[in-house]
Antibody, heavy 124, light 111 residues
């Protein structure tokens, strides 16, 4: 059974960098059949896909247009986890952030499982 | 990329069937058989209920079913139960820089 455990601060100051980590158990961040995603949810923007990292003989990333200039998602194979870094944050980035997997061999193009979520507030 | 359109709320009595619609365009829902549905209880992470339009993950009740016609996908919950009261979201894969779009969400109330 795959489980995702998120960690990271719940409060970030404006203009600083939001950083979260997602530890994977029951699967590998280097799996050739899985993609590792970050999604956020806020009352104003709803659910919003932010980006993903995945390994297919080499590492790839895809990012949403809305955050492309500010986002980095990195794998950490030594710890079997992946991270989200979102720089130059504003109060509009306040949201619950989720990590999640999509794996075509398990559940097509859908997200399962999900991390527990981290409420990140951007405020001074 | 605009969010997919869902009704804000749907309600039904225990034992009844309800259907939640998810309307997009030919660039998302209508263009791919990659619509998924999620159930979210308050304070919890979303849970996958349907993937690739009509497939049910292991462990999800067969009271949940999905379908699609043109640019509109649907989630049907039959034999409505109190535990089904939650928010439901659809999602579609789209072939653009932003790979996935979500629906606006529907609150299901069991009367």
């Amino acid at each position: 059974q795959v489980q995702l455990q998120q960690s990271g601060p719940g409060l970030v100051k404006p203009s600083q960098t939001l950083s979260l980590t997602c530890a994977i158990s029951g699967d590998s961040v280097s799996s050739n059949s899985a993609n590792w995603n970050w999604i956020r949810q806020s009352p104003s923007r709803g659910l919003e896909w932010l980006g993903r990292t995945y390994y297919r003989s080499m590492w790839y990333n895809d990012y949403a247009l809305s955050v492309k200039s500010r986002i980095t998602i990195n794998p950490d194979t030594s710890k079997n986890q992946f991270s989200l870094h979102l720089n130059s944050v504003t109060p509009e980035d306040t949201a619950v952030y989720y990590c999640t997997r999509d794996s075509w061999i398990h559940s097509g193009r859908s997200f399962d499982p999900w991390g527990q979520g981290t409420l990140v507030t951007v405020s001074s | 990329q605009s969010a997919l359109t869902q009704p804000a709320s749907v309600s039904g009595s225990p034992g009844q069937s309800i259907t939640i619609s998810c309307t997009g365009t030919s660039n998302d829902v209508g263009g791919y058989n990659f619509v998924s549905w999620y159930q979210q209880h308050p304070g919890k992470a979303p849970k996958l209920m349907i993937y690739d339009v009509s497939n049910r993950p292991s462990g999800v009740s067969n009271r949940f079913s999905g379908s699609k016609s043109g640019n509109t996908a649907s989630l049907t919950i039959s034999g409505l139960q109190a535990e089904d009261e939650a928010d439901y979201y659809c999602s579609s894969y789209i072939s653009s820089d932003t790979l996935y779009v979500f629906g606006t969400g529907t609150k299901v109330t069991v009367l």
